[in-house]
């Protein structure tokens, strides 16, 4: 479609020219961006469209990480692989770990195969501290970003740039593999891989090998954040990063493309801003999970697309009411739950609870720019009437947007028909 | 008479203690149509099963042209030219009409692994991918999910994808079953037309499609071929009529 390019377009140069208007902090909260909507996309390429889920993919990502950090070491930025291409050592630990890995793991299927994942991950995760050659040990290892081609990688803008090519590339690549005859049958065998095989075709050579393909991916992600952080320790392949990709490829919604990348660069933005701005933020990562799977399962691109299918059937201003309304109720109820979260993460607090005397009431918090006292009824009663409003608000939202479907009779048959992956004659 | 392309010899098949298939003989010709009937349970699914490659049979052999196929898997049973459909409706529900028979017709290509080329880039494929839609008649539907086809639209989407890599034996389990009276003509006709040329082996039900499509007819009873002839003489066989037409009638 022609918008979508034009707001890649954009998109694009709007990436190119950010370290120039960002402070220096800023620039470096982009690479991780950058870096975990490359993991995202790399990780949807083996779970939305092969329908492999696997709980394990931060050992491919650590994997790239140290593979390149060895590298870097050895190789001092000289000779074949100068600093900027030293990711494709990433790409190669992680394709390697993904083919050894993969064909034990893809010898089984759903649940078995998310179980397997985990353990070897965790086996990673197990061992690493003891090898103390290949992993350094608890405290890890580290290095130096070498000089190359004229750069030499002193400051976060040329990291930036660095990183900005490789992701850009790599998600390229990622969409050219799903136009491919191989990238075709990794959508089937997620649909469908026992009639795959009654077709005539290696299902499990060709699981290993999209489960490789996947973690050559996670590896160059691996080996950007071990450009930019110029080192990694065993904590790489903790269950946590596992789970986060996991997490933000299912926010963006798996089975959009661009879904996780979006998905994993909001969730990556908002863990930086709010990790500073309140210690609670775990806690809103994972309700945020909850709601999108629970309403909106097909995560954040499912609602975009949805928005601009209705958009361009009944053009900007017959959305604009309900889009408003579900806006304003999400808003005011987020306030709502965030007000509550916050008062209640601050009176349970062990700093407050010290301030605490028997007989005397409880000292007010601040929050919001203002003190509230935990006694009086207005600190409780505005998180609840917001939370009310909220929820009134969303009601009428989808009323509305019921009402906006019903509305008009079908013009166009073919327009409301959800689409199909993939293009058609 | 024509030679076997298809030979079971004195094949078992136990799950655990129960003996499902008890040294079934069978013997497909080559350019025939053949149909396996039987009563509910007397193991016509697991012996297409055990044809196919999806389960490995106990004991006996399995001849495929010349070549014994017991125990394959069932990719290699696809290249060596038999191809199958099944009982339950087995597609890519996610995937679009055309989607789906163009992974089935790849295969012929030996494109699995091919990642460096766009798969519309291939003109022979998109050809003889929309030749088959054409043979099953879902020329319209090309762009549509397969999950939202009519059931008997699906029941071709599979006839189809079984046909993409261009058997010599072509099985077919229960292809009309759940139809209505008009989808079942329209699916007997287009069974009629695309296995010209080709063996075919077929379980149904519908006693009208198997005597009118067939030529020859094998009657399974209790993991066992009990008699196996053309429809004539199958209809006059008293240990058929014993076993299975006179339990039809009582039931």
Known sequence: ???????????????????????????????????????ACAFNLLCGQGGMLSFGHAAYFGVGSFATLHAMSALNGQGLLPTPLLPLIGAMGGFICGL??????????????????????????????????????????????????????????????????????????LYAFTLTPMGRLTFALRENGHRLQFLGYNVHRLRVLVFALSAMFAGIAGGLQALNLESANYVLFDMRFSAEVVLNTYIGGVNVFL????????????????????????????????LVMMFMPSGLAGLVLCWSAQIRRRGWLAIVPAAFSALLGAGVLSLAVVFLIE??????????????????????????????????????????????????????????????????????????????????? | MSDAILQLRDVHKSFGEAHIIRGAQLELRAGERHAVIGPNGAGKSTLFHLISGQLQPSSGQILLGAEAIQGCSPQHINHLGLSRSFQITNIFPGLSVFENLRIAVMRKHRMQYHFWRSVQRYPEVREQT???????????????????????????????????????????????????????????????????????????HDMDVVFSLCDRISVLVYGEVIATGTPDQIRADRRVQEAYLGEEQCA
């Open chain 1, 1 to 39: 479609m022609k918008l979508t390019k034009i707001l890649l377009a954009v998109l694009l140069l709007a990436l190119l020219v950010l370290p120039a208007i960002l402070p220096a902090a800023m620039v470096n909260a982009a690479i991780q961006m950058l870096i975990a909507a490359l993991f």
């Open chain 1, 100 to 173: 050894c890995a993969g064909w034990f793991a893809t010898k089984r299927a759903g649940v078995y195969f998310s179980m397997i994942t985990l353990a070897l991950a965790e086996l990673l995760h197990s061992l690493a501290p003891h090898l103390n050659t290949l992993f350094g040990g608890e405290a890890g290892i580290s290095s130096m970003r070498a000089p190359a081609w004229g750069l030499d990688f002193g400051d976060a803008t040329q990291v930036y740039y660095l990183t900005l090519g490789w992701v850009v590339l790599s998600i390229a690549l």
């Open chain 1, 259 to 290: 879904g996780p990348v979006l998905g994993a660069a909001l969730m990556t933005f908002f863990g930086n801003a709010a990790s500073d701005l309140t210690q609670s933020w775990l806690l809103y990562q994972g309700l945020l999970f909850v």
């Open chain 1, 343 to 425: 008062t209640l993460q601050r009176v349970f607090s062990q700093d407050y609870q010290a301030l605490l005397m028997t007989d005397q009431a409880w000292p007010a918090i601040s929050l919001f720019g203002r003190e509230w006292l935990p006694g009086a009824l207005l600190t409780w009663a505005t998180p609840l009437l917001l939370g009310v409003a909220g929820l009134l608000v969303l009601k009428l939202a989808r009323h509305q947007w019921l009402r906006l479907l019903d509305d008009e009779p079908v013009v166009n048959a073919a327009a409301l028909r959800p689409r199909v992956e993939g293009e058609q004659p």
């Open chain 2, 130 to 204: 929309e030749q088959l839609l054409e043979q099953v008649r879902l020329q319209d539907k090309q762009t549509v999910c397969a999950a939202e086809l009519s059931y008997s639209e699906q029941r071709a989407l599979e006839i189809g994808m079984t046909l993409a890599c261009d058997p010599r034996v072509i099985l077919l389990d229960e292809p009309m079953a759940g139809m209505s009276h008009e989808e079942t003509d329209y699916a007997l006709n287009l069974i009629r037309e695309v296995t010209q040329g080709r063996s075919l082996l077929i379980v149904e």
